[in-house]
DNA sequence: CCCACCAATGTAAGCGCATACATTTTAGTT
DNA sequence: AACTAAAATGTATGCGCTTACATTGGTGGG
């Protein structure tokens, strides 16, 4: 296809040394005299040699690259995570292989080996790991599997096992603190959006569960589970006649405006008549009028965070990093609470 | 790092054929038996062999890989649009190595020589191409430096060339069209807003000007630049004391919120007072209230196609494509319009 | 029954680089 | 000036694969 003709051989025969010279120049290696190393530089700017990744990776086995798996890229917390973890690691040197993976099983699987025979450095998981009890063992197996050629870092997840490490916000006390906090300003009945069982989803339902039997209250009925769009959320609750809240807490924005709409609708005054809080503090929290009161999970320190412990990981050669941290999040008060 | 040890080698010794004759099964060559086949592949399955893409890349010189370089990942357009890129590109065997460029000029040659070193099979551009009008020729010159290597493809941009193909949605049509009906309605002071002056932005702003001059007005005094953000959107248009607008139409979803936000604390009712018209049709055109009449750019239609096209000449040998395909604009009327 | 030919399989070269090890050059010491 | 240690540079191997070319074995025709 492209043939770049112009290697290792051509620069060192240009500068008149060896290729291992040049090869020592081009890596930074202290044993080369300061003259040839100017000269064969000056050869290298000159015809813009840059070495052929696939034979250094061929030799190295690696290829400072890292993987970075997302059950679906078009969605705005995803897409910020990926650009946070993008921008970090190109300062280290390493660059970024996408996986769209979807969010079933067989879509993660396959494109774990696509990453992995990539011969990526390290693996990193973005949200949707499932199995947060630990019982559906299948759906973490690929994570275990990958985490025995390399480090696999999850970010939002919560598999663990050798070689595996997880960065994780605090979303079970930031839901339960926003359901509390709804519960002391008197609201009665108080109604938990999520749209799927991943780990982070069932931390947060937790965390409404708790708030919920803290003051006596059934949590089960106020769950209700729903598709991940604006206009569905809303309809979907419009259909439900019976339907009696004075409280909605999402568990992500996109589902928190979903709820707005469904309380427009129906002619309820925000926040006064109900209040609603959402998850992410995306654009779209702003975008909305009211405007919605969201928790903010910090994922941009949690990627830097997660880039920091790659790296201290492979370049530092630190054998023990603690398996799993975690972020606080922050309640951003807006208009629809009181 | 990971040491698979396993390699041609080692599945050649153990079905005892020679490593050629593995290499023939692995990449589906006619010219083994079937029962040499079937043995051979027994024994890749047993042990899960993978071939080393290094040294696959290395004899090669390919990777089966799509370099997707954007501006930002975080924006919901391009994410959408990668997603829409890779799930495509998958079906035909190939990955996505994503580029987060930034902006700015160096990002993007950096980014391009990061995904070029990669060899990549292919280039893809997404959107904010520069030097709309042919003037600004330093910005575009990585864009003709990596099409020496690979064929490029531009989706919403407008660099012409050699091996570059370019696949672009009729934004100054739909943005004429857009105004047009504004002045049809009788709206008589049409603001134009946008963030950059990307090809894309440019086409735009041109449908606007062709319109206002179609009514013999000025088009000058209404085009406002503006910061991509909400907030900032609304805060600039309420900082202009002497603003006075009964339409405005903006580059993206996010700039029309901004205009919604502002018409809003201004007390203007929407339509009534003041029409809005955004473009992308994402979801933040859903998530305001009122909701954002948009422009469909259909997104989706220009990656498949743009992937479609790609495989045409990759795998089929096509040595000719056309080099501009466009793709017309829908308007999606809601409640911001009349 | 031998030869030619074809299908099946094997052999070996080369892709471009890093690097261990070998060799040469330089600098320092006496 | 002679010798040594250290610095600089060169040589050669191997990474795992694809593939052109070589070899083998079997088939049918003469």
């Known amino acids: 296809m492209n043939k770049d003709a112009i290697n290792i051989y051509d620069i060192a025969k240009m500068s008149g040394v060896s290729i291992a010279t040049v090869s020592r120049v081009m890596n930074g290696s202290e044993k080369v005299s300061e003259k040839t190393r100017k000269k064969v530089m000056e050869v290298i700017d000159k015809v813009g040699y840059t070495p052929n990744v696939f034979a250094q990776g061929l030799g190295l086995n690696t290829m400072h690259t890292i993987g970075v798996l997302v059950p679906t890229i078009a969605d705005p917390y995803m897409a910020s995570a990926v650009a946070y973890l993008e921008t970090e690691l190109i300062k280290h040197g390493y660059d970024c292989i996408l996986g769209n993976s979807g969010f079933d099983l067989e879509g993660k699987q396959k494109k774990t080996d696509m990453l992995l025979s990539k011969h990526i ?20 197996e690929y994570i275990r599997a990958a985490a025995k050629r390399v480090p696999v870092f999850i970010i939002n997840g919560n598999v ?14 930031a839901i339960y603190e926003a359901a509390t906090s709804m519960l002391r300003r008197g609201r009665k009945n108080i109604v938990f959006l999520t749209d799927s069982h991943s780990y982070s989803a069932n931390k947060k339902r937790n965390g409404y569960e708790r708030a919920m039997k803290s003051v006596g209250k059934s949590a089960k009925d106020g769950i209700i589970y729903v598709e991940n769009r604006i206009h569905s959320v809303r309809d979907q609750l419009l259909a439900m006649e019976d339907l009696k809240c004075d409280g909605i807490i999402a568990s992500n924005d996109m589902i928190a405006i979903g709820a707005v709409k469904y309380a427009q609708a129906k002619g309820l005054n925000i926040p006064e008549e109900i209040e609603i809080i959402g998850y992410n503090n995306s654009d779209l929290a702003i975008s909305c009028n009211p405007e919605v009161t969201s928790i903010d999970n910090h994922t941009e320190e949690i990627c830097k965070d997660t880039v920091d412990r790659i790296m201290r990981l492979l370049d530092g050669g630190v054998d023990k990093l603690t398996h799993k941290i975690s972020v606080p999040c922050t309640l951003i008060a807006r208009e629809t609470t009181v």
Chains 1, 2 share one sequence.
């Open 121 to 140: 450095d390290s693996l990193v998981l973005i949200g949707s790991t499932y199995a947060g009890d630990g019982s559906d063992t299948n759906a973490t």
């Open 160 to 173: 663990n096992g050798e070689n595996i490490y997880a960065s994780v916000c605090e979303d079970e006390k």
